[in-house]
């Protein structure tokens, strides 16, 4: 078996791990969505991109393609908010990234969710050296 099979099968492996709760609404429902996006993040996000973002999370460092590292200026830069809330609910796939990342479709009635889901992936950007974060706000 190739490295790459074997490492892509690893990923679903955790895949599967990482919906059984997702399923269940793993962190969904306290009524305020800041508090309802920290425990999303830490209990489905968090996994794969690490509880700072940088992709180092323990399933994230064994899956191929890696999460990407979200304290990286120049990826936030390049990234509309519309975007990332697109990437959250429909998944990875819908915008030709890998499938790894899944889709949380039961957030899809929940924008208020999503939004802070949003701001805690921007608030991964670095706060020092080049532009501050929203000086130049990407094209929607
Ligand atoms: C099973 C592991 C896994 C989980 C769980 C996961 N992600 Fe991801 N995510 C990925 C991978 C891998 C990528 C990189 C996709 C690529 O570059 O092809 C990614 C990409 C992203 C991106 C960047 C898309 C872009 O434009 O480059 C965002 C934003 C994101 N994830 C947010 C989240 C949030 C928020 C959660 C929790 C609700 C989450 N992810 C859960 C694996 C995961």
Redesign the pocket.
């Known amino acids: 078996m190739s490295s790459s099979l074997r490492a892509r099968l690893v990923g679903f492996a ?2 599967g791990l ?1 919906l059984a709760p997702a399923g269940c609404g793993g962190g969904a429902g306290s009524g305020d969505p800041q508090v309802d996006a920290a425990s ?2 830490s209990l ?2 968090a ?3 690490g509880p700072e973002g940088r992709g180092d999370g323990p ?2 460092r064994a ?1 191929s ?4 590292d979200f304290s990286d200026a120049a990826w936030q830069r390049s ?1 509309s908010d519309a ?2 809330q697109r ?2 609910v429909e998944g ?1 796939a819908a915008l030709g ?2 499938p ?3 889709p ?1 479709p039961d957030l899809r009635g929940r924008p208020e969710v999503v939004d802070a ?1 949003v701001r805690r ?1 921007r608030g991964f950007a670095p706060s020092e050296g080049g532009e501050p974060p929203g000086a130049a706000p990407p094209p929607r």
Request: glycine share 6%; hydrophobic share 50%.
């Open positions: 955790f895949l990482l999303i993040w489905r996000c996994n794969c991109h399933a994230g899956i393609p890696r999460p990407r990234v975007r990332i990437v959250i990875g990234l890998t790894t990342m899944a949380n889901l992936v």
